[in-house]
């Protein structure tokens, strides 16, 4: 969000950058969230895990099963970033049962990468926004 041409600070775990600036113009700053292993969680259910043979698979996957099946998934392979900044936590998959199966992983991810980005958006709940822009490994699919 483009907080103009003085930076602002969040108390909200959110990253302070600058967005811009133009030749001998003043900088503008911006407030991010950064998320860090968002897109390149589907290469790594594709590459590591091998559950999904291309990146758009990963919805339709998911959508063969009804619900999570309690798996329950935090991809937190190179730590937590915004809004809790925590760099030693690492990724977990629990709630595994003999019931479940990758069709339960690809929905908690698909449910996950949701909650994720309203975690993260949640300082700005009540200011409009009119374009949120992703990593292109969050395009595929439709939520």
Do not use: C
């Not at 698979?57 to 935090?74: H, I, K, Q």
């Amino acid at each position: 969000m483009n907080t103009g041409e003085r930076p602002v600070s969040s108390n909200f775990g959110l990253l302070t950058t600058i967005a811009y600036k133009f030749g001998g113009g003043a900088a503008h700053y911006a407030l991010e969230g950064s998320v860090a292993i968002a897109g390149a969680l589907v290469q790594w259910l594709r590459d590591n895990l091998g559950i999904i043979e291309k990146s758009p698979d990963v919805e339709t996957l998911a959508r063969t099963v009804d619900d999570n099946g309690g798996v329950f998934f935090v991809p937190a392979f190179s730590g937590l970033y915004a809004p809790y900044w925590k760099e030693n936590a690492r990724g977990v998959i629990a709630g595994l049962t003999r019931y479940a199966n990758k069709g339960h992983i690809a929905r908690q991810f698909w449910k996950r990468r949701r909650f994720k980005r309203e975690t993260w958006s949640r300082p700005w709940k009540k200011i409009p926004i009119s374009t949120l822009q992703v990593s292109r490994g969050w395009r595929h699919g439709s939520q």
